[in-house]
Each structure stands twice: as structure tokens, then as C-alpha cells.
């Protein structure tokens, strides 16, 4: 971290949003990618990416979703058939036990429906901070940051905090950027750690952050090399976002698969 060691607090909270811009240039399609139409729909789906991959929950809810409608059919649920539903999410049981009981504690503290309060969200089975923060931000339209595992690395990499703790980081962060851009921000930051800054290798060659990121160097620094690292279906045109050749950008960076 030594090119922004001198930073002062206020230059660092310059420095986070100018970052905080050059991520929206560089991810204008940047959405919350479970599929839903209510709330209720977003909280389940969140709860079921937990250990796998939104592509992999947005496959399993259309029939979840068609079956349990309300939260009281989710508490009415018969457990094996939610069971044989779930089960390609993983962890299916645990899952299921969740969404019997969030069905159940609705239906008897909430008259059926989904609050849009932090502490009451957090209170109920299977919904943690950032479950609740997704929730509050994609479906209630309240700001919320959403620190997942490329929001913490990527947050640590941007010399943004110095630590592990999501609790902890969610509040340094929310110190620096302003709040009506957290759920986006929130987004944003994810689609760079899929697409670009990657845990093991991250793209820095061909990464739009370059001259405001700290870590720049932490992967490959020549256009050639990082411009291979780049993935998603804007491979290219993140190429071209931070200055490299898109020629450099192999044809399969458009389908290989992000980092979940
Ligand atoms: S410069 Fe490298 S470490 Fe920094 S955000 Fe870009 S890819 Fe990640």
C-alpha cells in the first residue's frame, strides 16, 4: 500500500469516490442478479445463495416461487417436497429449515409480510446483515452495502479499510461513501471482483481502477496477459474501458465462468 500511504482521512475519502465513479463507468449493467418480483421472493432467493451461485438459485426459484407464494405457504410447507426443490442449491436441508420457520415467524409477529427494518429483517431465521442489506437496497429501495466475500477483498484491496470484520467494514465504508450510492455501489464492486479483480489473479493490466488502487500489481500488470483475465459477456469492452486492446481478450472470456 505504499503509493497512498501518506493519505489523509479526507484523501482517502476523495480518492473512495472517485473509485466509486470510475466503477460505474466501468459496470454500467451492474444489477442485483437474483431474479424476484416481491420482497418475500428476494429474501428467499437471497437466503439460497448462500455456498452457491445466483445462476444456480435464479434455476430453482421460478418453480419455488410458483409453489409458495405467501409466507404462509412457505410455514404450511410440506418439508420433503420444499427439500427436493432445494436441493441443487446445496445445503438444502439447512435451507429448508429456514424458509419453514421465516414462513412461520412472519405469519405470527409480521401478519405475513416482510418488514423493511433493518433490526426487524436481522431478527428473523436464515436473514443475517447482509441478506437484510440486499433485501433493504434492491427491494425496498432503502440504501444498503452488501459486504460479500469480493466486497471485502476487493474494499481491502482498494486500501478502503484494513480488515475482515463485514460488520466493520460496512460501517468504515459506509463513512466514506455517500448513501444514496450504496446499493449500487454495493453491486458494482461485486461485478469488478467477478469480472476483473479476481481473488487469485486480479486483471490490474487491464483494470479502469489502476491509478487509484493501491494494490495495482497485486496480478499482471502488461496488457497482454491481464487483458486474458478479464470475464463476463462485457469482457471487451472492459478491455477498452481502461485503454488495452480488446484483441487481447480471448473470444471464451465472454463465457467463462465468473467467480461466484
Ligand atoms: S488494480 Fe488490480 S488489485 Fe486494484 S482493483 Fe484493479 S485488478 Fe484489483
Not at 455456498?51 to 420433503?80: C, E, G, H, I, M
Not at 412461520?104 to 426487524?120: I, Q, R, W
Not at 495495482?216 to 469482457?235: F, I, N, S, V
Request: glycine letters at 6%; a positive charge; charged letters at 25%.
Amino acid at each position: 500500500m505504499k503509493r497512498f500511504a501518506r493519505e489523509t482521512p479526507i484523501g482517502l475519502k476523495r480518492r473512495a469516490r472517485k473509485t466509486a465513479r470510475l466503477l460505474a463507468e466501468t459496470h454500467p449493467d451492474a444489477h442485483c442478479e437474483l431474479d424476484f418480483s416481491t420482497p418475500l421472493e428476494l429474501a428467499v432467493a437471497t437466503i439460497l445463495s448462500a455456498q452457491t451461485t445466483d445462476v444456480r438459485v435464479n434455476q430453482v426459484t421460478p418453480r419455488l416461487f410458483l409453489k409458495y407464494r405467501s409466507a404462509a405457504d412457505y410455514a404450511a410447507a410440506d418439508r420433503a417436497e420444499m427439500e427436493e426443490i432445494l436441493r441443487p442449491t446445496g445445503f438444502f436441508r439447512a435451507k429448508t429449515d429456514s424458509l419453514l420457520k421465516l414462513g412461520a415467524l412472519l405469519e405470527e409477529k409480521h401478519g405475513g409480510v416482510l418488514p423493511d427494518k433493518l433490526d426487524e429483517l436481522v431478527a428473523l431465521p436464515g436473514i443475517g446483515r447482509k441478506t437484510a442489506n440486499v433485501v433493504l437496497g434492491n427491494a425496498f429501495g432503502v440504501p444498503g452495502i452488501t459486504v460479500d466475500t469480493h466486497f471485502r477483498r476487493l474494499t481491502n484491496r482498494f486500501g478502503w479499510v484494513h480488515e475482515d470484520d463485514p460488520v466493520k467494514i460496512e460501517f468504515l465504508v459506509a463513512d466514506l461513501i455517500e448513501k444514496r450510492d450504496w446499493t449500487m455501489l454495493s453491486h458494482r464492486v461485486i461485478f469488478h471482483g467477478r469480472r476483473v479483480c479476481h481473488s487469485r489473479k486480479p486483471a490490474c493490466g487491464a483494470c479502469t481502477l489502476a491509478a487509484v488502487c493501491p494494490s495495482y500489481g497485486t496480478g499482471p500488470t502488461e496488457a497482454a496477459p491481464a487483458a486474458k483475465l478479464l470475464k463476463g459477456p462485457r469482457a471487451r469492452d472492459l478491455a477498452v474501458a481502461a485503454g488495452v486492446d480488446p484483441e487481447l481478450v480471448p473470444a471464451s472470456a465472454a463465457l467463462a465462468a465468473e467467480e461466484p
